[in-house]
């Protein structure tokens, strides 16, 4: 019997969410962690999540199709889920939501009763619980998705929401707000077991989760804007399914309404929240990226830190950015940043 532990926002919530399964489960194998193929333009340049009809090689799990090394998105699209399968100490599941909530929620019914056990809702920064109106917010289709469909499903879930403000959408000050004040802490051995994935993985939010657990504090330039590290940011908050949807009036209106295609649920959080994520996608322009990694150790520092606008630290993402290198690029900065102290990169 295993906890059924679902990243709640797919892109890189599965590494957040294996630092949290070793502390908000009892597991003491691989934490099974169910995942959408939804990832960030710069790695995946096709428009909304990708199903099981866009991969090829996945595996089987009595739970449910599960990526394997061996799995790979079929051209255009790319996925670093099959890397994340051979990196990360975890059997990753697929979440498809491409056929509607009620497709969903029966694979999540169907994971949940093959793993035997609860149901872990794990969000990487704080945005499954947005009201929708923050300045900030970039991303709240897919979380709220995600719960009402655990909801449909009737599986006994409960929701955490690791490292507060780590995803830079909603500010930390106004989760701790909405949240009642119960957390566990994550100790470092928790963060190892993810390390080697968080090594080239372009996640900002579940790196900056990993890196306060580590003990990093201060302000840290991201990709969009510069966000506080606290002792909040290393927390685990959890609260009931109920008490969440509750919080966000997007999973009641997907629940009020029950959009068959992904695209009604995408138009519907536009009506709410102005933003339109799938079509966001579709517009977007794609980045041109022409620079090697520099060899100049000193001069590249000195550029980040220029960017970086006074922050105490930065992600390898924004760093990898500033020098005009793609999150490939980032072991390779990683390495050549490595002797450097203050504006150390974090991921």
């Known amino acids: 019997m295993s906890d059924l532990v679902i990243a709640a926002g797919g892109g890189g919530d599965p590494l957040g969410a294996t630092i949290a399964a070793h502390t908000i489960t009892s597991d003491t194998g691989p934490p099974l962690i169910a995942t959408y193929a939804w990832e960030r333009p710069e790695v995946d340049p096709t428009p909304g999540p990708l199903g099981?009809?866009?991969?090829?090689?996945?595996?089987?799990?009595?739970?449910?199709?599960?990526?394997?090394p061996a799995s790979a998105a079929v051209a255009p699209a790319g996925s670093t889920l099959p890397a994340l399968a051979e990196t990360l100490p975890a059997r990753l599941l697929m979440l498809?939501?491409?056929?509607?909530?009620?497709?969903?929620?029966?694979?999540?019914?169907?994971?949940?009763?093959?793993?035997?056990?609860?149901?872990?809702?794990?969000?990487?920064?704080?945005?499954?619980?947005?009201?929708?109106d923050e300045e900030t917010l970039c991303s709240p289709l897919v979380d709220a998705y995600t719960m009402a469909a655990c909801h449909?499903?009737?599986?006994?879930?409960?929701?955490?929401?690791?490292g507060?403000?780590?995803?830079?959408?909603?500010?930390q000050e106004t989760l701790l707000e909405?949240?009642?004040?119960?957390?566990?802490?994550?100790?470092t051995h928790a963060v190892g077991q993810a390390a080697a994935a968080l090594r080239w993985h372009p996640s900002e939010a579940s790196a900056l989760f990993a890196a306060a657990v580590n003990g990093a504090r201060g302000t840290?330039?991201?990709v969009v804007r510069t966000i506080p590290l606290t002792d909040a940011s290393a927390r685990i908050y959890y609260l009931s399914l109920p008490e969440a949807i509750d919080r966000n009036p997007i999973a009641q209106a997907l629940l009020d309404h029950?959009?068959?295609?992904?695209?009604?649920?995408?138009?519907?959080?536009?009506?709410?929240?102005?933003?339109?994520?799938i079509d966001r996608e579709?517009?977007?322009p794609a980045r041109a990226m022409t620079c090697t990694v520099p060899t100049d150790r000193h001069r590249a520092l000195r550029n980040i830190r220029a960017a970086a606008d006074g922050a105490d630290h930065t992600t390898l993402r924004f760093a990898a950015r500033t020098l005009g290198l793609t999150w490939a690029d980032i072991p390779a900065l990683r390495d050549l940043l490595n002797a450097f102290g203050p504006l150390l990169p974090l991921t």
């Open 52 to 68: 099981r009809a866009d991969f090829t090689g996945l595996g089987q799990d009595p739970a449910g199709s599960v990526f394997t």
């Open 96 to 132: 498809d939501p491409t056929q509607g909530l009620t497709s969903l929620a029966r694979q999540i019914e169907g994971m949940a009763a093959a793993a035997g056990g609860r149901v872990r809702i794990v969000d990487i920064g704080g945005d499954i619980l947005t009201h929708g």
């Open 152 to 162: 449909l499903a009737g599986v006994s879930a409960t929701v955490y929401l690791a």
């Open 164 to 171: 507060p403000g780590t995803d830079g959408e909603i500010p």
């Open 178 to 187: 909405r949240l009642a004040g119960r957390y566990l802490t994550p100790d």
């Open 220 to 222: 840290v330039r991201t």
């Open 258 to 277: 029950r959009p068959a295609p992904l695209e009604e649920a995408a138009d519907l959080s536009h009506k709410l929240t102005g933003i339109h994520e």
């Open 282 to 284: 579709r517009k977007r």
